[in-house]
């Protein structure tokens, strides 16, 4: 059975760092693209930055560029998302995702495959 678990959330001030985890097991391709998606209250959720197994070159939505990092395990069955200088509208549930082919998408429904969440929350 397909999973994907994130972790490594919690609550730090504004400025502050937090690196999450994701972890795919039971995928039915061994090598996907993963991306990291974000879901605030009352918003739409949104392309956080994902990278493919092949590529040594993330994408990254325009909100997080130069702050947060995306980089991929040996394995390339983990994926870890760096957090730094946040701020208090990067609060949000944070969603890893995953899809069978190894080309990188923006879009969430053309990911196959997501965690439960994890969540951040950045005080002011």
């Known amino acids: 059975q397909a999973r994907l678990v994130e972790s490594g959330g919690g609550l730090v001030q504004s400025g502050g760092s937090l690196r999450l985890s994701c972890v795919a097991s039971?995928?039915?391709?061994?090598?996907?693209?993963m991306a990291w998606f974000r879901q605030a209250p009352g918003k739409e959720r949104e392309f956080v930055g994902g990278?493919?197994?092949?590529?040594?070159?993330?994408w990254y939505g325009d909100s997080v560029k130069g702050r947060f990092t995306i980089s991929r395990g040996n394995a390339k069955d983990t994926m870890y998302l760096k957090m730094n200088l946040l701020k208090p509208n990067d609060t949000a549930v944070y969603y890893c995702?995953?899809?069978?082919?190894?080309?990188?998408?923006?879009?969430?429904?053309?990911?196959?495959?997501w965690g439960q969440g994890t969540q951040v929350t950045v005080s002011s």
């Open positions: 990278v493919s197994s092949t590529s040594v070159r993330p």
């Open positions: 039971g995928l039915t391709v061994t090598l996907p693209a």
């Open positions: 995702a995953a899809r069978r082919l190894d080309i990188m998408a923006t879009t969430e429904n053309l990911y196959e495959y």
